[in-house]
């Protein structure tokens, strides 16, 4: 066994042919002998010794990039380098090549940095030469591709202002060379500008055929598409520390004007794959700032980008568009540009086509077109525009989602219907044509072990439709309390909160319901007991308002008894001190309305929960809004028919701080005030 592993090994050492080792060590003693001249005698060598010398560098790189990179970092011919980056030199574009292939290596941008390459690059964009600029943004592109040090060298050497420049005066040029170098110049704002904490690409800028040297990292998007000349890749970023720096070099772009450039470039060479998925990668680093949208609203990308989406047919391409689209269609103003130049229409197709399909570029765009339909929804003149008096075709389609296998079309569709019922002339629409129903039928559905993010929407939507005062009673007919409390189990908080304000908004000024749920024992103690879910401040919220609304809408002595019971009534006391005024005032007028009906029930809770010291010091608080004094005014008053409340008041020198008030510049309180202050006299 052990000869014959040996000779194994032998013959694997010796299928490398003797003439293939030769020209590998051949190689390296050229490699070497070059560097030594390049160091040594750059100044006195002639044009052709110095071409020579590049050449060999150019092959060595071109046979093993990494290899020959890291031997001229350690030979120390960098900084050699920038002396020989002059523009009347016809060995500068070779120079530049160099730099631009061996800073498609991470471990090789920040030496070239430190070699002071950067301002003489700079000055080369300068010059008229096209293969000097291609080489020379190839350069700048590469050591700013993923490097922090990089772009802060290019900026400030002023780099950003030349290539812009460039690309302005190239815009409407459609030769091949014109192209090529667009293509590089973009790739390289691009990478200049790249937020490394969002997943946004960057570029590694190389020749026809050639792959950048860096680690693949498992991305949502395709890792590589080679384009003319030009490897776009997704890297991944250092984190959150860059963000703040490279917002000011997006906005630096932006204030320039590159958005109405590149706008423009997209509409002129929507013929060249390069240059388009170059535009589309550019929008998408800039779309996400705020003053980016602003520059979009005024061009026609809406247009362009729909027009150029129409167009795609494959997965990859339309990723790339909705990459873009999703940050723009943010701005209310872009949301109806995507509206009116059809891209409904384009989301509706897809998701006729891919909602059977169970391929994962299919689900995946499934998923992106009905969010992104979503998306547009959330602008009130995109959505009514859609809505068409509940006789669109599209409110139509959206409907027929609901009902549809597929839970992501189930939630695109819930939420839908949540956004078209944002004014009471929708809502009162949907309810009277059976919207409700499939919302019920929906939920239905999902009561056991349900989709968490369906639930959430569907509640979503009935919450909204109950707004108008008109619906109530209907929904209330329909059955839709009844269908909400089956999920008064759930555990998930976003479940919750939509719970309790579907609930909130069905019983208001709606006392035979009010009642009805406020008698619902389990309903009160699990409303007690998210009154104190701390970790979830939207569900204790809504917990604490809906156990208001039941007193306040039903005013029913058993549903008080029922909150007392519950142990409710700290929670309302509580709720009187919140900082919102809305909130104080919905619990005073509740606990008005206890002390009004069951005083001698609640009056223990209310002893203990300290509520005459708060109604004090609401009082004594200047900051307290006029209705919390007023409505604080009136609950001393109901407060003083219980003997040990009315001690408590009597302690706490009332008096005096309710003659304060009498003065006050609301007459509604001073009246308060004189009211309040003759019944505590009396008492006293």
Same mark, same amino acid.
């Given at each position: 066994?052990?000869?014959?592993?040996?000779?194994?090994?032998?013959?694997?050492? !010796?299928?490398?042919?003797?003439?293939?080792?030769?020209?590998?060590?051949?190689?390296?003693?050229?490699?070497?002998?070059?560097?030594?001249?390049? *160091?040594?005698?750059?100044?006195?060598?002639?044009?052709?010794?110095?071409?020579?010398?590049?050449?060999?560098?150019?092959?060595?790189?071109?046979?093993?990039?990494?290899?020959?990179?890291?031997?001229? #970092?350690?030979?120390?011919?960098?900084?050699?380098?920038?002396?020989?980056?002059?523009?009347?030199?016809?060995?500068?574009?070779?120079?530049?090549?160099?730099?631009?292939?061996?800073?498609?290596?991470?471990?090789?941008?920040?030496?070239?940095?430190?070699?002071?390459?950067?301002?003489?690059?700079?000055?080369?964009?300068?010059?008229?030469?096209?293969?000097?600029?291609?080489?020379?943004?190839?350069?700048?592109?590469?050591?700013?591709?993923?490097?922090?040090?990089?772009?802060?060298?290019?900026?400030?050497?002023?780099?950003?202002?030349?290539?812009?420049?460039?690309?302005?005066?190239?815009?409407?040029?459609?030769?091949?060379?014109?192209?090529?170098?667009?293509?590089?110049?973009?790739?390289?704002?691009?990478?200049?500008?790249?937020?490394?904490?969002?997943?946004?690409?960057?570029?590694?800028?190389?020749?026809?055929?050639?792959?950048?040297?860096?680690?693949?990292?498992?991305?949502?998007?395709?890792?590589?598409?080679?384009?003319?000349?030009?490897?776009?890749?997704?890297?991944?970023?250092?984190?959150?520390?860059?963000?703040?720096?490279?917002?000011?070099?997006?906005?630096?772009?932006?204030?320039?004007?590159?958005?109405?450039?590149?706008?423009?470039?997209?509409?002129?060479?929507?013929?060249?794959?390069?240059?388009?998925?170059?535009?589309?990668?550019?929008?998408?680093?800039?779309?996400?700032?705020?003053?980016? *949208?602003?520059?979009?609203?005024?061009?026609?990308?809406?247009?362009?980008?729909? *027009?150029?989406?129409?167009?795609?047919?494959?997965?990859?391409?339309?990723?790339?568009?909705?990459?873009?689209?999703?940050?723009?269609?943010?701005?209310?103003?872009?949301?109806?540009?995507?509206?009116?130049?059809?891209?409904?229409?384009?989301?509706?197709?897809?998701?006729?086509?891919?909602?059977?399909?169970?391929?994962?570029?299919?689900?995946?765009?499934?998923?992106?077109?009905?969010?992104?339909?979503?998306?547009?929804?959330?602008?009130?003149?995109?959505?009514?525009?859609?809505?068409?008096?509940?006789?669109?075709?599209?409110?139509?389609?959206?409907?027929?989602?609901?009902?549809? !296998?597929?839970? #992501?079309?189930?939630?695109?569709?819930?939420?839908?219907?949540?956004?078209?019922?944002?004014?009471?002339?929708?809502?009162?629409?949907?309810?009277?044509?059976?919207?409700? #129903?499939?919302?019920?039928?929906?939920?239905?559905?999902?009561?056991?072990?349900?989709?968490?993010?369906?639930?959430?929407?569907?509640?979503?939507?009935?919450?909204?439709?109950?707004?108008?005062?008109?619906?109530?009673?209907?929904?209330?007919?329909?059955?839709?309390?009844?269908?909400?409390?089956?999920?008064?189990?759930?555990?998930?908080?976003?479940?919750?909160?939509?719970?309790?304000?579907?609930?909130?908004?069905?019983?208001?000024?709606?006392?035979?319901?009010?009642?009805?749920?406020?008698?619902?024992?389990?309903?009160?103690?699990?409303?007690?007991?998210?009154?104190?879910?701390?970790?979830?401040?939207?569900?204790?919220?809504?917990?604490?308002?809906?156990?208001?609304?039941?007193?306040?809408?039903?005013?029913?002595?058993?549903?008080?008894?029922?909150?007392?019971?519950?142990?409710?009534?700290?929670?309302?006391?509580?709720?009187?001190?919140?900082?919102?005024?809305?909130? #104080?005032?919905?619990?005073?007028?509740?606990?008005?309305?206890?002390?009004?009906?069951?005083?001698?029930?609640?009056?223990?809770?209310?002893?203990?929960?300290?509520?005459?010291?708060?109604?004090?010091?609401?009082?004594?608080?200047?900051?307290?809004?006029?209705?919390?004094?007023?409505?604080?005014?009136?609950?001393?008053?109901?407060?003083?028919?219980?003997?040990?409340?009315?001690?408590?008041?009597?302690?706490?020198?009332?008096?005096?701080?309710?003659?304060?008030?009498?003065?006050?510049?609301?007459?509604?309180?001073?009246?308060?005030?004189?009211?309040?202050?003759?019944?505590?006299?009396?008492?006293?």
């Amino acid at each position: 066994m052990e000869e014959t592993a040996f000779r194994l090994h032998l013959f694997c050492f !010796n299928s490398v042919p003797r003439s293939v080792l030769l020209k590998q060590l051949e190689r390296l003693d050229n490699l070497s002998d070059a560097l030594k001249k390049l *160091k040594i005698t750059t100044t006195d060598s002639t044009a052709d010794s110095l071409e020579g010398c590049l050449d060999c560098l150019l092959q060595a790189l071109a046979q093993n990039n990494t290899e020959t990179s890291e031997k001229i #970092q350690k030979s120390g011919v960098l900084q050699v380098f920038a002396s020989l980056l002059m523009p009347q030199s016809s060995c500068t574009a070779k120079v530049a090549n160099i730099i631009a292939e061996v800073a498609r290596n991470e471990f090789m941008r920040n030496p070239c940095v430190d070699a002071g390459l950067i301002p003489p690059l700079v000055q080369l964009l300068n010059c008229k030469d096209q293969e000097v600029l291609l080489q020379t943004g190839r350069a700048l592109g590469n050591i700013c591709y993923d490097s922090h040090e990089g772009r802060n060298a290019v900026d400030r050497a002023g780099g950003a202002h030349i290539v812009v420049d460039h690309i302005r005066s190239l815009c409407s040029k459609t030769d091949p060379a014109s192209e090529k170098l667009l293509t590089v110049f973009c790739g390289m704002l691009m990478n200049y500008s790249n937020e490394n904490g969002k997943q946004h690409r960057k570029f590694a800028l190389c020749l026809p055929g050639e792959q950048p040297h860096q680690k693949k990292k498992k991305r949502k998007l395709k890792s590589t598409i080679l384009l003319f000349g030009v490897s776009m890749c997704v890297s991944e970023g250092h984190g959150a520390i860059e963000i703040q720096v490279l917002d000011t070099l997006q906005s630096q772009l932006i204030n320039m004007g590159v958005i109405p450039t590149l706008v423009k470039l997209l509409g002129i060479h929507c013929q060249n794959a390069a240059l388009t998925e170059m535009c589309l990668v550019a929008f998408g680093n800039l779309a996400e700032l705020e003053s980016s *949208k602003e520059q979009f609203a005024y061009t026609n990308i809406a247009e362009e980008l729909v *027009k150029l989406f129409k167009k795609q047919i494959e997965h990859d391409k339309k990723e790339m568009i909705f990459e873009v689209l999703a940050p723009l269609a943010e701005n209310d103003v872009i949301k109806l540009q995507l509206v009116e130049a059809g891209l409904v229409e384009c989301l509706l197709e897809i998701v006729q086509k891919t909602v059977d399909s169970d391929k994962e570029d299919d689900i995946a765009e499934l998923k992106t077109a009905s969010d992104l339909m979503v998306l547009l929804l959330l602008g009130d003149e995109s959505m009514q525009k859609l809505f068409e008096g509940g006789k669109g075709s599209v409110f139509q389609r959206v409907l027929s989602w609901i009902p549809s !296998n597929s839970h #992501q079309l189930q939630l695109a569709g819930a939420l839908a219907i949540a956004n078209f019922a944002r004014n009471d002339g929708n809502c009162i629409h949907m309810v009277d044509n059976g919207i409700v #129903q499939n919302l019920m039928d929906l939920l239905d559905r999902h009561v056991e072990d349900g989709n968490v993010t369906v639930q959430h929407a569907a509640l979503s939507a009935l919450r909204n439709l109950a707004i108008p005062v008109v619906n109530k009673a209907k929904m209330l007919s329909a059955g839709v309390a009844e269908a909400v409390l089956k999920f008064l189990r759930s555990e998930m908080p976003p479940v919750q909160f939509k719970l309790l304000g579907t609930l909130r908004m069905l019983i208001d000024a709606q006392a035979e319901a009010a009642e009805q749920l406020g008698k619902n024992v389990k309903l009160v103690e699990r409303l007690v007991e998210w009154c104190e879910a701390k970790d979830h401040a939207g569900v204790m919220g809504e917990s604490n308002r809906l156990l208001s609304a039941l007193i306040r809408h039903s005013k029913s002595k058993d549903v008080i008894r029922t909150i007392v019971q519950s142990g409710g009534i700290k929670h309302l006391v509580t709720m009187a001190t919140s900082e919102h005024v809305i909130m #104080q005032n919905e619990a005073l007028v509740a606990l008005a309305l206890i002390a009004a009906l069951e005083l001698v029930t609640a009056e223990k809770d209310l002893e203990n929960a300290q509520l005459v010291q708060i109604l004090h010091r609401l009082l004594s608080d200047d900051r307290s809004a006029p209705e919390i004094k007023y409505n604080s005014m009136v609950l001393i008053c109901a407060l003083i028919g219980s003997e040990p409340l009315q001690k408590e008041v009597q302690s706490m020198a009332f008096l005096e701080v309710v003659s304060k008030l009498r003065s006050h510049e609301n007459k509604t309180v001073a009246q308060q005030a004189s009211l309040t202050e003759q019944r505590l006299a009396v008492e006293s």
